[in-house]
């Protein structure tokens, strides 16, 4: 009996190791969201809508094929509402390649930072405008709300784009439009198939973040636009107009770990099931193995 306790430890020791080989073989180890983990031992700051962003980008293709899973789960809840609105999306990003077109790739990150700040004062006047219905507004009043956020934002990125490409006023006005053109439907449509099965609301917030934050050169446009709608995390503030965003046209801001959860889940997109359980299931095994004559020893 004197082994027993030995070999407790040394199976507990080995189902670690053959975990931490699995992990490190499938390169869930290089995911940069495990930086952000909480640790008793290494206490550190929470991390921002920036690290998310950040992450999101770096995940790459098994995102798009994270996304591109849960549009087919969403399908079978929702059927072809799903389909037309990932048209609606694909719209959105021509428009706004459209658009793109006229900022330098060196002035990228400043529009999108100044886009940002701009797209703020509009989700203030839209909280003040716009307060927070108790029920589902229906699809008339979503449309009509969807068509004045529109109409204010698209104002905002005039005025930042302005002085910043090389294009007469007309045709700024007219690719702004362009996009928001495109944009309006697939709020509208996400809005009603949240309405009819609220439990895809998560769902349309974090894949459309990814499909027109993440996902496409055009980032720098549509990711400070997006957020007017609730597309993306909250960040630490409760109250913010982001969150009224979500609460606004969806009913209710998406939970703080999801955010980071969807990316770990996508990380594992292309993981095989055998790299990922053999080695907590094998060590697991063996320690199981040198405790289990405890269950007959007196």
């Known amino acids: 009996m004197r082994l027993i306790a030995p070999l407790a430890i040394v199976g507990t020791l080995l189902a670690c190791t053959l975990s931490t080989a699995a992990v490190r073989v499938s390169q869930v180890a290089e995911n940069p969201f495990q930086r952000y983990l ?14 998310w962003w950040n992450q999101a980008e770096a995940l790459g293709y ?11 789960k969403a399908r079978k809840v929702a059927g072809a509402g799903i389909d037309a609105f990932r048209q609606h999306a694909d719209g959105v990003v021509i428009a706004a390649r459209h658009l793109s077109m006229h900022v330098a ?10 886009l940002a700040r701009a797209l703020e004062d509009t989700l203030e006047e839209m909280r003040a405008a716009f307060p927070p219905p108790e029920d589902a507004p229906g699809h008339e009043a979503r449309r009509e709300a969807v068509r004045r956020a529109l109409a204010l934002a698209a104002e905002k990125i005039v005025e930042v784009l302005r002085g910043r490409i090389g294009v007469d006023e007309e045709t700024l006005r007219r690719d702004v439009r ?3 053109a495109a944009l309006e439907p697939m709020i509208v449509t996400a809005g009603d198939l949240v309405e009819q099965h609220p439990v895809l609301a998560e769902t349309f917030i974090i894949v459309g973040a990814a499909l027109l934050g993440a996902l496409i050169p055009e980032w720098f446009i549509l990711r400070p636009l997006i957020r007017v709608f609730g597309f993306g995390p909250l960040g630490p503030v409760k109250g913010s107009p982001a969150a009224w965003a979500q609460r606004y046209f969806w009913g209710a801001a998406v939970a703080e770990g999801s955010w980071f959860a969807a990316l770990q889940r996508a990380g594992m997109i292309g993981v095989g099931w055998l790299t990922r359980v053999i080695g907590a299931g094998l060590g697991g095994l063996i320690g199981l193995a040198g405790t289990w004559p405890c269950f007959g020893a007196r």
């Open 38 to 51: 909480p640790s008793v031992f290494a206490p550190s700051a929470l991390p921002s809508p920036e690290d």
């Open 62 to 72: 098994k995102l798009k094929r994270w996304t591109d899973a849960e549009l087919a």
């Open 105 to 114: 790739q060196g002035e990228q990150q400043a529009v999108h930072d100044e």
């Open 178 to 180: 362009a996009v928001c």
